[in-house]
């Protein structure tokens, strides 16, 4: 296999939805609002990419400061390569792009919890989320 790991390397939506559709994250992504799929991809501050040929056949997209936090809101591979060490060099090459103080944070999907265990993160369960149309509670 003939992998090459691109940063900030340009993304059509076009490719962003089929790879989307090719992993497990079509059915928790918008991929029929293109508008907020091509702002995903515009407004990321750091995208690792991983290509066979032209073929996209992985990614890993976050949104950080680089110094202290970067959140890793997408993890995709391809189901055709997954297995195959992808995902591990998308991880690595996103931590070679931050500050020795960054942690790499991530909302994992349930069938993926074992694999983020497997590689050495940790488990932490405090995070929380309010969706746009939730209203804020009284305290």
């Not at 110094?67 to 809101?73: D, E, G, I, R, T």
């Not at 993890?75 to 591990?88: H, K, M, W």
């Not at 070679?96 to 497997?118: F, M, S, T, V």
């Amino acid at each position: 296999m003939n992998l090459q790991i691109r940063v900030n390397a340009p993304i059509s939506a076009d490719q962003f939805i089929a790879l989307l559709q090719a992993s497990t994250l079509a059915e928790r992504r918008p991929v029929h609002d293109r508008a907020c799929i091509e702002g995903m991809l515009r407004h990321a501050d750091l995208t690792i990419s991983a290509w066979l040929g032209e073929r996209l056949v992985g990614i890993a997209r976050s949104v950080t400061d680089f110094h202290y936090a970067c959140y890793l809101s997408d993890l995709a591979g391809d189901r055709e390569v997954q297995r195959q060490g992808i995902g591990r060099a998308l991880i690595e090459a996103t931590r070679e792009q931050l500050g020795p103080q960054a942690k790499l944070i991530l909302l994992a999907a349930p069938a993926a919890d074992a694999y983020y265990e497997r590689i050495g993160m940790t488990r932490n369960p405090r995070a929380w989320m309010l969706s746009r149309e939730q209203p804020l509670a009284e305290d």
